[in-house]
Each structure stands twice: as C-alpha cells, then as structure tokens.
C-alpha cells in the first residue's frame, strides 16, 4: 500500500540570494563543480572553516536546482538532541508533554525543495543513525508517530569538522558519513582567495550601507592593501564584521585603513592607525596608473600583484625598512619577504624605503643611474659618478 504524501502546505520559496563572490581560481572551481550538481537530486557535502561561506553556496544550490518547494535550514548545533530530533522528524500530539498539537518537521516542510544540515558534525549519536534511516529510505518518523511520512527532499549538510577524521576516532558514523559524503565540495577560506577580496568588500559594504540606509563608501588603496594583508582566520564572517564596525564609524565617502582598523597582520600598531587615515599618496603614486584609477574609483578587477607590492611597501615604510618587523606585520617568513624583493629589484621596481616618508615603488634606482649610500638604517641614492670621475 502506497504512503500518502505529507499533507502540508508548502511555504513559497524565498527570492534567490546573491551567487558568491567567485573572482579567485579556487572559487571558480568551486561554483563550477556547484552548477554542475545543483540541477540533480545528489548529496552535497560543503566543508570548509567557520565563515567560508558554506550556507551561501547551499542556497546557492537550491536556487539553481529548479526544485519547487522551499529552502530550509537547520544548524544541528544549536539545540539539544531532545529536542533536535522533534525539529528535524517533526512530532505527534501528545508525544511528549508540551506536544498540544501535531508539528511537522523540517524534512517535511523541505518537501520537493532543499534541507541544509548546517554543521552535521554535532548530531549526537542516536540522532545520526535516525537520520541515516531518511536519507536511505526518504520517509521520516515523526515522534510519537505510528507510520513513516515519504518525502521528496534534497540534502545539503555542512561542516567545519573533518568527519573522516571523526569517524576514525569513532565520533560519527561511518556509514552516515558515506551517505552524506557523496558530492564533497571543499571551500577555501578567505587567506587562499585573496583575488576575491575587492569585489567581495564592495558587496559586502552595499549591502550594509543598503540596512543602515546610508550610501556605501568606497574603498581607497590604503584599505585594500590591509584587507590583502590580513590573514581573516574567520574568513568571510570576520571580513563583513570589520567591514560593519568601519561603516558604523565612517563619517566620509571613502574608507580607509585607519576606518577598517585591521592594521596589516595581527600585530596592528596605533602607528598604523595613525598613517593610514591619510591618503598615502606618495604610496598611491607609484603604482601603476591603471591599478591606482582602479582602486581609487573602486572599479574591478584590480591587479593583485600591485596590491601585494603596495601592502610590502606600506609595511617596509611603517618599520622603517626593518625587514624582520615587516615579514612579522605582514604575516609571512622573512625568507619569503627577502625572495619577493630580489624578485621586484630583478624586475626593475625598488619597494623599500628611500627615507622617512618612503614605502615607495618605483623605477629601479639603479637603473636609473644612482647608487646607494648607506646612512643608518636608511639607504640613500645619489647619481653614479661617471667614469670619468671614478678615474
């Protein structure tokens, strides 16, 4: 005998959200590999750190889908088992005591749509095996039930976890995990996308200025080469915090970054807020014009290559030419800074500071016929005698 199909009234699928931010290679890959699914009843596994963007991409998903009923999403992590299981299974009147009424469960409201299990990783134990037993047989029981509910539902889960490392330490079913693991997709986060970050901030403050009902401000050369610089180990959540609190603050049109108060690196110095509200033009200037229009007007794309060579000398100028302090605000080896420099002096481009208001790119001194002369911990250049004056 056939089951009937879950009497419920569908909820009208919200608008679509706004597709992710896909301007690096390793977003590409993952919005492809997304379009590639979305339109099939697959599995989808998202993985990635807290913040990468996960639930984005699960919309994302069911916007491309073309399935008729609605997005619904659940964070596994924020209730109870007790009562996860009434939320996801949905319960009968009288199951339990407050049950005053019959309540259908987040499966059957996903009906003909798609079900994100946002952080999977924290189902208690006995709640995996009953969710193992819908994924296999597609009907859930509610509580307190007396027959299985069919349903039609597309399975998005999530995690921050690494479930296989889980189900070797015996955490997470490994049968679960199989059922689930069918079309992994592993998001990046934010320090291996930086190619994103100019067109992700400019989104990110449209849509923030749209809540506070203020224009949005642009982002000037000083604020992109800080967010290049700083490594946002809370990834895309961390960025829209930041770039919420300068907005908040902003009494101008153009954003700085003193405004984002990021510093570069983790070691921001109050030097740094104190440089940075300027316009840094002597910076700015010596970038190549097509990238400085770029970033000064807020159009994209922006040549990333300028901005890391703007981030080194913004970092150089603000320790004084110390290359170690430098490596450490910007967060890399100073193995990595020295290599990077031989590799802009080889290309003709001189990053490091020429004085007290240094931190300027520009043609090779000598390449241009001058010659270092140390003073301090400075290096100034003045023009080669000729060969006639050296004999």
């Known amino acids: 005998m056939s089951l009937p199909a879950p009497s419920l009234e569908l909820t009208p699928a919200a608008a679509p959200g706004p597709a992710?931010?896909?301007?690096?290679?390793?977003?590409?890959?993952?919005?492809?590999?997304?379009?590639?699914?979305?339109?099939?009843?697959?599995?989808?596994?998202?993985?990635?750190?807290?913040?990468?963007?996960?639930?984005?991409?699960?919309?994302?998903?069911?916007?491309?889908?073309?399935?008729?009923?609605?997005?619904?999403?659940?964070?596994?992590?924020?209730?109870?088992?007790?009562?996860?299981?009434?939320?996801?299974?949905?319960?009968?009147?009288?199951?339990?005591?407050?049950?005053a009424e019959r309540r259908a469960g987040r499966f059957e409201q996903a009906h003909r749509g798609t079900l994100l299990l946002d952080e999977v990783s924290e189902l208690p134990p006995a709640l995996q095996a009953k969710l193992l037993r819908v994924l296999q047989e597609r009907e859930v029981d509610r509580v307190g039930g007396e027959r299985p509910v069919p349903v039609d539902v597309r399975v998005v889960a999530t995690s921050n976890r690494d479930l296989g490392e889980m189900v070797r330490r015996g955490e997470f079913r490994a049968d679960l995990f199989y059922r689930l693991n069918v079309f992994p997709i592993a998001l990046p986060p934010l320090r291996e996308r930086s190619e994103d970050l100019p067109p992700l901030a400019a989104e990110l403050l449209e849509e923030l200025a749209a809540a506070l009902g203020r224009p949005a401000p642009a982002l000037d050369a000083t604020a992109l080469a800080a967010l290049a610089a700083h490594p946002f180990p809370g990834n895309v959540r961390e960025l829209r915090n930041a770039l919420e609190r300068a907005l908040v603050r902003c009494r101008g049109a153009v954003l700085t970054a003193g405004g984002l108060g990021l510093g570069l690196g983790a070691n921001a110095t109050a030097t740094a807020t104190a440089t940075s509200t300027s316009t840094s033009t002597s910076t700015v200037n010596t970038i190549s014009a097509a990238t400085a229009n770029a970033l000064a007007s807020g159009q994209l794309p922006v040549d990333l290559a300028e901005l890391e060579k703007l981030a080194i000398a913004e970092a150089l100028r603000r320790v004084g030419g110390n290359r170690t302090h430098a490596a450490r605000l910007l967060g890399i080896g100073l193995r990595t800074l020295r290599n990077k420099l031989r590799l802009y002096r080889q290309a003709g481009v001189e990053v490091e500071p020429a004085g007290p208001a240094g931190g300027q790119l520009r043609p090779s001194a000598r390449a241009a016929g001058l010659e270092p002369e140390r003073d301090g911990a400075l290096t100034r250049w003045q023009a080669r005698p000729s060969q006639e004056e050296r004999s």
């Open 20 to 99: 992710p931010v896909a301007a690096s290679a390793a977003m590409r890959e993952v919005m492809e590999a997304a379009r590639d699914v979305a339109a099939t009843p697959t599995t989808v596994l998202l993985l990635g750190e807290s913040g990468t963007g996960k639930e984005l991409v699960a919309r994302f998903l069911h916007d491309a889908s073309g399935r008729p009923g609605p997005y619904v999403a659940v964070n596994c992590a924020a209730l109870p088992g007790e009562l996860l299981e009434s939320e996801l299974f949905g319960h009968e009147r009288g199951a339990f005591t407050g049950a």
